[in-house]
């Protein structure tokens, strides 16, 4: 069914000469609620007629269900909670007690996204527990929600995805930023148009620097800013214009070109909203501790006309800010922690130790570790402590470590990853008791050989921004190693990398 015009459901046409044209603001929660279930009520008065033009004076027999997707911060100041919107609905009759052919769906805008997103992009990969960031852009605010995927997509069935964190980020409004900048175009670079009264003064100048000038063309900036963006719904023409006055008292007057609107104004808001989205995500007290795999970006804040030309410029426009944005090496947004000291690293979530045990008899053994040159640098006993690897709020390691065998041997590389709660951070390869409570890893060395080694190498590396151990042989024992066997095994720990300042 399509959408039904709402511009008017509530503008006076009393236009008689006794009418009160005098408006007034309130803040009273039972004037506001009044005017909700008021509105509701009109709404509903013209889906009802909707559906009889379009389905007859049967429709109400069959069944309707409504689907009700509202913004985060109309229902944050509005509405309060989903319960309370749901209820005006039953107060407003467009839900009714025990009515079996009238049900509804309440949901925040965009918290049910991700079967659309799977079927429009369906060549990304939506992995279990992977995380991904939803933008909605509005006029003065961007909702940022954290979703993570709790189901995959199934035959007959669609995947999953909950909001673990939502986040509103509060901007100027889109148009005054968009005219500030125009504005500031204008006054270094702009051509008068001069009236007949003003030609023959080839020394008049204005000042744009001026209140009176500046405010005269500030309050009609905005008006030819919507015009020149609906001339341009079907053809985009860049050389396109419209002449704006400079003052009240002549016809003086300079020319406003979608291309300054564009190239300056609106790249400008792109720009800046494109940083916003993207600093949330390095931001510690945002997402920082979250790596999400993918951003989608949603939102018209310039009320622009769907499909239009100049819509789909904004939007490809913001799509490549995006893109830059992503990928911009070396430059870092940041919103609110503008001056912390320090490089921002991925570093642990936790402490990682480890010890190795005999693959055959469990008993454990001691081990070395030496460097690339063969200085030994720790010697481990066989009395169950472990060696610490990698440390928590610290990056991980980008090179490996030797460890030696007295004697060739099939291993199991235990690593123990200490409890959250734990309150001391120990030091890189210092001893962790045997009995340090933890959840443990292991990794076999009898798929790296066919025949026992002696010298192993532990390495670390991210998959997908989650850490991965892996254990490597040190040498080979045989030519068939290196046809029938792996020359590593790996632990990938599914926990995400965390973001600090280092």
Same mark, same amino acid.
């Given at each position: ?7 008017? %459901? ?27 279930? #008021? ?38 100041? +509005? ?20 009515? $079996? ?26 992995? %279990? ?27 007959? $069935? ?52 001026? %209140? ?19 001339? =341009? ?25 979608? !291309?300054?609107?564009?190239? +300056? ?9 494109? /940083? ?64 912390? #000291? ?35 640098? =720790? ?30 041997? *099939? ?7 200490? $409890? ?14 045997? *009995? ?12 790296? /050989? ?13 998959? !997908? =921004? ?6 490597? !042989?040190?040498?080979? !024992? ?5 046809? *029938? ?9 599914? $926990? ?7």
């Amino acid at each position: 069914m399509a959408n039904i015009e709402m511009d008017d %459901l509530f503008a006076s046409k009393d236009e008689s000469c006794g009418s009160d044209s005098k408006l007034f603001t309130t803040c009273h929660p039972g004037y506001m609620y009044f005017f909700m279930l #008021t509105y509701l009520h009109c709404l509903n008065k013209q889906i009802e007629e909707k559906l009889e033009s379009n389905f007859g004076k049967n429709w109400q027999a069959n069944k309707i269900w409504y689907g009700v997707s509202i913004d985060k911060n109309l229902s944050d100041n +509005v509405f309060g909670t989903m319960k309370k919107l749901e209820k005006s609905f039953f107060a407003s009759g467009i839900l009714g007690k025990d009515d $079996e052919l009238r049900k509804a769906k309440f949901c925040t805008r965009g918290e049910e996204i991700l079967p659309a997103l799977q079927n429009k992009y369906q060549h990304l990969d939506f992995r %279990l527990k992977s995380y991904f960031v939803v933008a909605q852009i509005s006029s003065k605010h961007i909702q940022l929600s954290l979703h993570q995927v709790v189901k995959l997509a199934l035959p007959g $069935e669609d995947p999953v995805s909950i909001i673990i964190q939502d986040e509103m980020i509060h901007i100027d409004d889109v148009y005054d930023t968009l005219c500030k900048s125009t504005m500031k175009s204008l006054q270094v670079n702009c051509q008068v148009d001069y009236c007949t009264t003003h030609k023959s003064q080839k020394d008049t100048q204005y000042d744009f620097q001026s %209140l009176e000038i500046y405010n005269n063309i500030y309050r009609n900036l905005k008006p030819c800013v919507v015009e020149l963006f609906e001339k =341009n719904k079907s053809n985009l023409n860049m050389d396109s214009k419209i002449q704006l006055d400079i003052n009240t008292k002549c016809g003086c007057s300079i020319s406003i070109f979608l !291309r300054d609107i564009i190239e +300056v104004g609106l790249m400008s808001v792109i720009e800046g909203i494109t /940083t916003d989205i993207l600093a949330s995500l390095d931001n510690t007290e945002l997402f920082g501790n979250y790596v999400p795999n993918y951003i989608f970006v949603f939102g018209n804040p310039f009320n622009l006309a769907q499909g239009s030309k100049i819509h789909i410029a904004y939007t490809m426009l913001m799509q490549k800010a995006i893109d830059d944005g992503t990928f911009l090496s070396g430059k870092k947004p940041y919103i609110f922690d503008r001056f912390v #000291t320090g490089t921002l690293c991925q570093v642990s979530s936790n402490t990682y130790g480890m010890r190795i045990s005999s693959f055959n008899t469990h008993d454990l053994w001691p081990f070395t570790r030496i460097n690339s040159d063969g200085d030994i640098k =720790n010697t481990i006993a066989d009395d169950g402590s472990y060696l610490v690897l990698i440390q928590k709020g610290k990056p991980v390691p980008t090179k490996g470590f030797i460890i030696q065998i007295n004697e060739p041997e *099939d291993i199991n590389l235990n690593i123990l990853q200490l $409890e959250s709660s734990t309150s001391t951070v120990p030091d890189k390869y210092t001893l962790l008791h045997g *009995d340090t409570p933890g959840f443990t890893f292991k990794i076999y060395s009898t798929l790296l /050989t066919i025949r026992s080694l002696s010298t192993f190498v532990v390495e670390y590396e991210q998959i !997908r =921004n989650n850490l991965s151990i892996k254990l490597s !042989r040190g040498c080979m !024992r045989n030519i068939d190693d290196y046809i *029938d066997n792996p020359y590593y095994e790996t632990e990938n720990i599914l $926990e995400p990398l965390t973001l600090a300042y280092i």
